[in-house]
């Protein structure tokens, strides 16, 4: 099913109907991604992961015009209602941010734009889908189990000042293009299949950073943020990644409470937790083999 028709109080039936995303969309779905997350976030008595239009703006008109992500809009009699997103750069797809416009919520609008992005990623070939969800958020949560998406991991979303700590034997220096095959050696060695794309990106715009230990390459970070993921052989490569970082961008880093050993340590350090956020995942899912951090688009 590609339409719905939903009823609003003022205008009776309407329906709704999903298309590709432009980048002239860039405003409208900005605009709904920032009242949306607020909405809810606000409702919670938490910050919002897009505290003002233009951060929503921003990232719209990144993900709309980057080949590499796969977007879809819903459009209600000619005005934008939602949208979705599907990071294609890797094996496993990653979902999001999906936003759907406070004012027609809870009408089926959110299950389409996730239906239509699993039918996207099954067409692709994709291996599994993975998604994060903010735990307060009981509707997302449900809707994606209710899709199929399994729980895999939660993870605490940090922040705080620089920590300024260096971890001994373990030096941190930028990551160049050089060092790409050695990082997915190490991503592949965690989680069984490498982030080769976001890494290429994050290298480009010079945000990422490797891991050295004894002498090669034993972790990396393609940033130290909301919108970054790291992995490392162990936890010690983690810390030393995000003991040296200069400050956390986004919301924080999201460390997985399953890592107990990296979370107590994070605390020592007085990064606090500002809330906690759902991994969840449909299809191939290995259980990491080292330490990681997941970003918040996956
Ligand atoms: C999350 C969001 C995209 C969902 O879109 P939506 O159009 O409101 O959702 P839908 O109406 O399509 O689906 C909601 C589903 O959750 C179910 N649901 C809602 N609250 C529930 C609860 N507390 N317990 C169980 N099920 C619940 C509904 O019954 C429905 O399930 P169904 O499709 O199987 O009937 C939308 O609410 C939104 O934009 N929220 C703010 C931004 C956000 O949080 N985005 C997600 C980030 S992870």
Known sequence: MS????????????????????????????????????????????????????????????????????????????????????????????????????????????????????????????????LLQSAYNTRSLSLYARMGFQVRDVVACMQGPPIGATIPGYGVRSAAEADLAACNDVCRYVHGHDRSGELRDAIAQGSAVVVEHGGRITGYATATAFFGHAVGETTEDLKAVIGEAQSFEGSGILVPLRNSALFAWCLQNRLRVVFLMTLMSVGLYNEPAGAYLPSVLY
């Open 3 to 130: 339409d719905l028709s939903i009823e609003r109080p003022e205008d009776g039936p309407m329906t709704v109907a999903m298309r590709p995303g432009t980048p002239e969309d860039a405003e409208a779905c900005g605009q709904i991604c920032h009242r949306a997350f607020t909405g809810v976030a606000t409702a919670h008595g938490y910050p919002s992961d897009f505290p003002s239009p233009e951060i929503g703006i921003g990232l719209m008109t990144m993900l709309l015009a980057h080949p590499g992500f796969y977007s879809v809009v819903a459009e209600c009699e000619g005005t934008i209602v939602g949208s979705n997103f599907l990071d294609e750069r890797s094996s496993i797809a990653g979902v999001g941010p999906i936003t759907v416009d406070p004012t027609v919520q809870e009408s089926g609008i959110g299950r389409l734009l996730m239906q239509n992005v699993l039918d996207r990623a099954a067409a692709q070939g994709a291996a599994g889908v993975r």
